[in-house]
């Protein structure tokens, strides 16, 4: 069973960056992609991007030409390099390992880690 440890988020200003890294506790038999979602409060957890574990990538448009994954597999570590924040992009930010990519999402989550970008 995978088991998924963020780290990387806190609080920065508009326009600066953040770089997040998910590890997993190992390789999972059926995990085939390793996506990161996000939930503002009051808002529904919306996917932000993903990698296949031959390094396909998929990112929302929302985030499109900021946000970028990558991975390290001899880390089992994934990273998301969020570029140019914007307080909108303050959210909890999860990440998730399952079967399929880019989405839905498989039924393994991290904890979250909370990004927020003041104004």
């Known amino acids: 069973q995978a088991q998924l440890v963020e780290s990387g988020g806190g609080l920065v200003q508009a326009g600066e960056s953040l770089r997040l890294s998910c590890a997993a506790s190992s390789r999972t038999f059926g995990v085939n992609a390793i996506g990161w979602y996000r939930q503002a409060p009051g808002k529904q957890r919306e996917f932000v991007a993903a990698?296949?574990?031959?390094?396909?990538?998929n990112i929302a448009d929302s985030v499109k030409g900021r946000f970028t994954i990558s991975g390290d597999n001899a880390k089992n570590t994934v990273y998301l390099q969020m570029n140019s924040l914007k307080p909108e992009d303050t959210a909890l930010y999860y990440c998730?390992?399952?079967?399929?990519?880019?989405?839905?999402?498989?039924?393994?989550w991290g904890q979250g880690t909370q990004v927020t970008v003041s104004s």
């Open positions: 990698i296949s574990t031959g390094g396909r990538t």
């Open positions: 998730n390992a399952g079967p399929s990519f880019p989405t839905p999402p498989g039924k393994y």
